[in-house]
């Protein structure tokens, strides 16, 4: 644990928060494999967002800090998206670009904010897994 603070934003607050950071041992205590990871935990809300740590800004936050729900949602969207650009059925960036003209926005799964906006992406990408 440290008193290492970041702003970022929380989807359980709905606002930019003073995430502090720590690792695994306060996370994910019953997980030893992932004591020496980072994290950044919002204390308002109890939620939190690991990092990047295998690159050289291994405190990187993934995005934004999610929700139980939306952390399970955007799981559900990955299941569908990844296969759809690992199998060469579109490009990565081809298809994160119809993603992100479907929304409006520049998208990236971590980055989602709401249900809502999980629920569409994954209502689009399912449909383009059926073409
Ligand atoms: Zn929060």
């Given at each position: 644990m440290t008193n290492i603070t970041?702003?970022?934003?929380?989807?359980g607050?709905?606002?930019k928060v003073?995430?502090?950071l720590t690792d695994g041992r306060e996370i994910y205590p019953?997980?030893?494999?992932?004591h020496a990871q980072p994290f950044w935990k919002c204390d308002?809300?109890?939620n939190y967002v690991g990092c990047h740590w295998k690159t050289k800004n291994p405190t990187e936050p993934l995005?934004?800090?999610?929700?139980?729900e939306l952390r399970n949602a955007r799981k559900h969207i990955?299941?569908?998206?990844?296969?759809?650009w690992q199998s060469k059925r579109y490009g990565r960036k081809e298809l994160y670009g119809m993603?992100?003209?479907?929304?409006?926005?520049?998208?990236h799964t971590a980055q989602i904010r709401t249900v809502e906006e999980a629920r569409k992406v994954w209502v689009f990408v399912r449909e383009l897994g059926r073409k």
């Open positions: 970041r702003l970022i934003r929380c989807c607050c709905e606002t003073e995430a502090r019953h997980r030893p494999d992932l308002r809300c109890g995005g934004n800090i999610p929700t139980p990955h299941a569908i998206l990844d296969p759809l993603i992100s003209d479907h929304m409006g926005f520049g998208y």
